[in-house]
Every structure is written in structure tokens, then in C-alpha cells.
Nanobody, 123 residues
């Protein structure tokens, strides 16, 4: 399984970005896909996930109401629409996948990771 995260960039506060996580194989009916981020000097933070077949979705409190996760089975892609971005959203964003039922926001539960995409929000 290979994951490719894309869509990062530089945006002003209040702006939007859409990240994409594309899988090398057909995952979305069987795996949970999670988005994490890691800012310099901070621990990796789980911010959202979508379960297999898009049955369950979770968001961290820090992004709830601003970020939206969605899946496109036909494209083997999960998107993270990020609106009302804040400087504190600046981080490297990673997507990852897992099959187990562990904590959705625990990075140790995930088996495969994408390479990360940088998001920088200027004030």
C-alpha cells in the first residue's frame, strides 16, 4: 500500500486548501484513512479520519467546523477540505491508513503513511 499526500501550500489566514490522499490500491471500502499533522517541536496530532465505506467520520476539536473529510472510491482518494485556516494550522500534513478498531487519532494504530505535504498559513 502506498499513499500520496498532495495539495499543501502557502495560504493567508482565513483562506482554504484542499489536501488529497491517493492510494495505490483500492482501500476505502476496507480501511480507515486518517489525517495527521505535525508542527515543528510538537507531537503528531490526529485531526480527522474517515472509516471504511465512509460510515464514520471523526474530527479533532481543533479543526471541527473548519475541516471536512470525504472519500472518492472511484479515485481511491480521500480529501481534506480546510477552510478558515489559521496560522496555528501550519504543519506537515500526513495521511495514513489502518484496518483495526483502535483509537482513530493514535498514530501508532496506523500501518501505512504518506510522505507528508507542507501547509503554511501566514498571518
Amino acid at each position: 500500500v502506498q499513499l500520496q499526500a498532495s495539495g499543501g501550500g502557502l495560504v493567508q489566514a482565513g483562506g482554504s486548501l484542499r489536501l488529497a490522499c491517493t492510494a495505490s490500491t483500492f482501500l476505502l471500502n476496507y480501511y480507515t484513512i486518517g489525517w495527521f499533522r505535525q508542527a515543528p517541536g510538537k507531537e503528531r496530532e490526529g485531526i480527522s479520519c474517515i472509516s471504511s465505506s465512509s460510515i464514520t467520520i471523526y474530527y479533532a476539536d481543533s479543526v471541527k467546523g473548519r475541516f471536512t473529510i470525504s472519500g472518492d472510491n472511484a479515485r481511491n482518494t480521500v480529501y481534506l477540505q480546510m477552510n478558515s485556516l489559521k496560522p496555528e494550522d501550519t504543519a506537515v500534513y500526513y495521511c495514513a491508513t489502518k484496518r483495526g478498531n483502535g483509537l482513530w487519532n493514535s498514530s501508532s494504530e496506523y500501518d501505512y503513511w504518506g510522505q507528508g505535504t507542507q501547509v503554511t498559513v501566514s498571518s
